[in-house]
T-cell receptor, first 113, second 112 residues
Framework: EAGVVQSPRYKIIEKKQPVAFWCNPI?????LYWYRQNLGQGPELLIR????????DSQLPKDRFSAERLKGVDSTLKIQPAELGDSAVYLC???????????FGPGTRLTVL | DAKTTQPPSMDCAEGRAANLPCNHS???????VYWYRQIHSQGPQYIIH???NNETNEMASLIITEDRKSSTLILPHATLRDTAVYYC?????????????FGGGTRLMVKP
């Protein structure tokens, strides 16, 4: 069974530039999560989707961050414009539903210069 | 959400049991204890979870105290590949499902 796929694995951009991350969850998983992990810390939830609906986006900085999950499968997380403090690993996870174990992808390491 | 307290780091000799403690003194009656681990440059990996009873799977054992205020994750025969950050999480629910709130975790170093 294929795991959660994320791309790119690494991204280096200059501040004020836009950036997008892509996630393909495990087939059949209805719930999708985006986390941000700063260096030396645990992951922090940014947004959670149930199918195509964002059911928890309270931690998403909405002035510069946006996310979508068209057709309830793949998801994209965007930052525009990026700031130096956005440097982190962005993790995507999925689960069968909101009550089952979460399976994480390898993450995208973003460096903003 | 109930908070957890873990030692920041631990060492373990290869082949020996690794016992990772976690305190969760404010846990509620319907909250589960979850353990995840994160190997360097990878996403977190689910290990095990429990409510009241001790649990065992192919990866580890989870021992929860009777008052549920603390737990211990046991890796019975640690290998070098078990070197990772281990997160103890009390899983809470909001109206739409579960939340995982990660703390700082315990960095386990398995040494030859």
């Amino acid at each position: 069974e294929a795991g959660v796929v994320q791309s790119p694995r690494y991204k280096i951009i200059e501040k004020k530039q836009p950036v997008a991350f892509w996630c393909n969850p495990i087939s059949g998983h209805n719930t999708l999560y985006w986390y941000r992990q700063n260096l030396g810390q645990g992951p922090e939830l940014l947004i959670r989707y149930e199918n195509e609906e964002a059911v928890d986006d309270s931690q998403l900085p909405k002035d510069r961050f946006s996310a979508e999950r068209l057709k309830g499968v793949d998801s994209t997380l965007k930052i525009q414009p990026a700031e130096l403090g956005d440097s982190a690993v962005y993790l995507c996870a999925s689960s069968l539903d909101g009550y089952n174990e979460q399976f994480f992808g390898p993450g995208t390491r973003l460096t903003v210069l | 959400d109930a908070k957890t307290t873990q030692p920041p780091s631990m060492d373990c000799a290869e082949g020996r049991a690794a016992n990772l403690p976690c305190n969760h003194s404010t846990i509620s009656g319907n909250e589960y204890v979850y353990w995840y681990r994160q190997i360097h440059s990878q996403g977190p990996q689910y290990i095990i979870h429990g409510l009241k009873n001790n649990e065992t799977n192919e990866m580890a054992s989870l021992i929860i105290t009777e008052d549920r205020k603390s737990s211990t994750l046991i890796l019975p025969h640690a290998t070098l590949r078990d070197t990772a950050v281990y997160y103890c999480i009390v899983r809470s629910y909001n109206n739409a499902g579960n939340m995982l709130t990660f703390g700082g975790g315990t960095r386990l170093m398995v040494k030859p």
